[in-house]
């Protein structure tokens, strides 16, 4: 009876600290001395340069996934397959770990991510760094990424064909890369591993298989946003990282 108590206590810390790190509040939530927590800013693999530079966190631990990933970005940066490219301010690559056993896929940049040229960096950003941090993960020991590289006009969903001209990018990515889970942000992204009519309500929550890679299909931050009162959607979110952090033996 202890231990099963112990076992609970522990699963309503957890939970709680998830919670409040993903909070109404978590874009102006202070640190200890009071003062709001800047955004993630990476400490290594820096990169800047003309118009499509981009600041990245890489740990090259594999040079040769270094070299096929790095000569990847760039095709990317420079890619002009589908009418997206033409109205760009920066192609978004994605940014991590280059051998992370974690990934994190999205639909595609928003307007922040368009100037900076770095995935996740506006306000549905910060809420994924937030939830990254409460899996007991870093940011940069992850590796994050979109479907298309390229912010659609308005932000609206990639059409078919912007999907298809960028999907070899990302299947390079996850084939190089190589994460045990990927997690699937929204419904563009699911649809990328297992195209289905159903909605994110239905179809997060499950494992997906893509070959040997469980793919964990969970709401977009920007959904969470959306909804930012809605304790109910944040956590089934974080019922949805359990199950992540249980299959790469984390919690």
């Given at each position: 009876?202890?231990g099963?108590n ?6 309503l810390?957890?939970e709680?600290?998830f ?6 509040d978590?874009i ?6 009071g003062?709001?927590a800047?955004a993630?800013q990476?400490t290594?693999g820096?990169r800047t340069?003309d ?12 040079p ?13 940066l420079?890619c002009?397959l589908c ?12 940014e991590?770990d280059?051998?992370?056993e974690?990934m994190?896929v999205?639909e595609?940049?928003g ?8 995935p996740?960096v506006?306000?549905?950003?910060q ?8 899996m007991?993960f870093?940011?940069e ?10 912010r659609?006009?308005q ?5 078919r ?24 942000l ?19 929550g499950?494992?997906?298989e ?8 969970t ?16 956590r ?8 992540v952090m ?6």
């Amino acid at each position: 009876m202890a231990g099963k108590n112990r076992q609970l206590r522990r699963g309503l810390e957890q939970e709680l600290r998830f919670l409040t790190e993903i909070g109404a509040d978590f874009i102006f939530a202070p640190d200890k001395k009071g003062v709001p927590a800047p955004a993630y800013q990476p400490t290594e693999g820096k990169r800047t340069g003309d118009a499509g530079a981009t600041v990245r966190a890489v740990r090259m631990k594999d040079p040769e996934k270094h070299r096929i990933l790095a000569a990847l970005e760039e095709k990317i940066l420079n890619c002009t397959l589908c009418p997206l490219s033409g109205g760009r301010t920066n192609a978004v690559p994605g940014e991590g770990d280059y051998s992370a056993e974690l990934m994190f896929v999205g639909e595609g940049p928003g307007f922040d991510e368009d100037i900076q040229g770095r995935p996740f960096v506006g306000r549905a950003g910060q809420l994924l760094t937030r939830i990254i941090t409460a899996m007991n993960f870093k940011r940069e020991n992850v590796y994050i990424t979109n479907v298309v590289k390229c912010r659609p006009p308005q932000n609206r969903t990639p059409l078919r064909e912007e999907i298809e001209k960028c999907r070899p990018y990302l299947l390079e990515q996850i084939a190089t890369i190589s994460p045990r889970v990927i997690v699937s942000l929204g419904k563009v992204a699911t649809d990328f591993f297992h195209p289905s009519p159903a909605g994110m309500s239905s179809r997060r929550g499950s494992f997906i298989e893509f070959g040997s890679i469980l793919v964990m299909p969970t709401f977009h931050p920007s959904y969470l946003l959306r909804n930012e009162g809605n304790k109910e959607i944040k956590r089934l979110v974080w019922q949805d990282m359990q199950k992540v952090m249980d299959a790469l033996g984390r919690k």
